[in-house]
Structure formats: C-alpha cells, structure tokens
C-alpha cells in the first residue's frame, strides 16, 4: 500500500503569512494527489485535487505543486479562516490513504 | 443539492457487528463511486473503503479487509458499510463522501455527510 507522509504535523503562523505544506508519498502517484482542510467538528473541504487543480469556490491564495513523489500546498497570505487542519490524499489506486495532517494555529 | 446522510452508528460491543448506511441524493446515484472515512477521536482522517458507481470496483483498507464489506443500491440511491468482528479500534466517526466528477479513473472526493459515530466498547 501506498504511503503518505505531511511535514511539518503543525507550526504556528501569523495572518498574512505565507505557508508551505509538504506531502510525500512512499511510491509514485503521478498527480493523483487532492488536499483537503478540515476545522473542528466539520467534514474535510476538498482544496485541490489532481495536485494543482483549485477545486470551484476555494480561494486563489490556496495553490498547489508536484508531481510523483514529491507535493506541497501553499497558502499565500494566511487568512483568520484558514487556521485548520490540512490533509494531503492519494486516490492512485486502492487502498486510497490520508496523510496523518498538518495542523496551522495562530501564532 | 448534494445531500449525505449517514445513519446506524452506535455503540457496540467488541466481537459484534453493525451496518452503517448513508442515504443520498442531488446527484445521478450510479455515476459515481463512493467511499467511508473514517477518523478516530482526536486522530487524522483514515479512508476505509471505496465502490464504484456500477459496484465492479471494490477497495478496502487493510485495517478492515475480510471484516467490512461496502455495497450500494441504486434503487434506495443508499450506500452501506456492513461491520463485522469490530475491534476497540474501529471505534471513530464514520463519513460517507462521493468522488467528484473527473476525466481520470478514480477522483477525490467532493461531497461528504457529517458522519455517523461508532464506538465498540465492551
């Protein structure tokens, strides 16, 4: 089964930063690759799907890279609304598989 | 509107089985494959199991392959997770969530219902 790794598992930024998430999987998954925020008490929010792709009404301060191995989700200019919990996803082939999540929290 | 609604979490007891459903609507039912994910109390989101709009693809996790079984039926537009053997550590928030649509053979994952919980404890 495919693998998935998020670096770092949280960190504390400020309104107005811009942040870097990191995704790695254990073996190539082509850009089969879906991030997605999760606040709370709440479902996930799908972000980006096909490592790039801006899912339909999510902001455009949200954007995302790579391919194969190796991704990153960026947040340009972190907003109140966007301190949650990130997860990256693999829907290469099954078993499908999460990463273990990166929590942002004010700093 | 895309609605998920899942129902049949509990608590159980260790051994026991239970069978989750999650009734759906707002979209064509056998367009589109859904899955269960699940997350456990205070932990990150853990993908379950997956079926394909016309039930020919079927996936399961390895934490619950030969226990779970997923099916879905068009007629009810319900999908199912029939939970057998349950362990302490099948105990989490069960979502039902669709894939969106895409040109690729498998897709993320769009919609999702609030989640039906289950704990097993003795």
């Known amino acids: 089964a495919i693998r998935m790794t998020q670096s770092p598992s949280s960190f504390s930024a400020s309104t107005g930063d811009r942040v870097t998430i990191t995704c790695r999987a254990s073996?190539?998954?082509?850009?089969?690759l879906a991030w997605y925020q999760q606040k709370p008490g709440k479902a996930p929010n799908l972000l980006i799907y096909?490592?790039?792709t801006l899912q339909s009404g999510v902001p455009s301060r949200f954007s995302g890279s790579g391919s194969g191995t190796d991704f990153t989700l960026t947040i340009s200019y972190l907003q109140s609304e966007d301190f949650a919990t990130y997860y990256c996803q693999h829907y290469y082939t099954y078993p499908f598989a999460f990463g273990p999540g990166t929590k942002v929290v004010i700093k | 509107e895309v609605q998920l609604v899942e129902s049949g979490g509990g608590l159980v007891q260790p051994g026991r089985s239970l069978r989750l459903s999650c009734a759906t609507s707002?979209?064509?039912?056998?367009?589109?494959?859904l899955h269960w994910v699940r997350q456990a109390p205070g932990k990150g989101l853990e993908w379950v199991s997956g079926?394909?709009?016309?039930?020919?693809?079927?996936g399961y996790a390895d934490s619950v392959k030969g226990r779970f079984t997923i099916s879905r039926d068009s007629a009810k537009n319900a999908l199912y997770l029939q939970m057998s053997n349950l362990r302490a550590e099948d105990t989490a928030l069960y979502f039902c969530?669709?894939?969106?649509?895409?040109?690729?053979?498998?897709?993320?994952?769009?919609?999702w219902g609030q989640g039906a919980r289950v704990t097993v404890s003795s």
């Open positions: 073996q190539g998954i082509s850009n089969y």
């Open positions: 079926i394909s709009g016309n039930s020919g693809s079927i």
């Open positions: 707002g979209f064509t039912f056998d367009e589109y494959a």
């Open positions: 969530t669709k894939e969106r649509y895409c040109t690729a053979t498998r897709c993320p994952f769009d919609y």
């Open positions: 096909g490592a790039s």
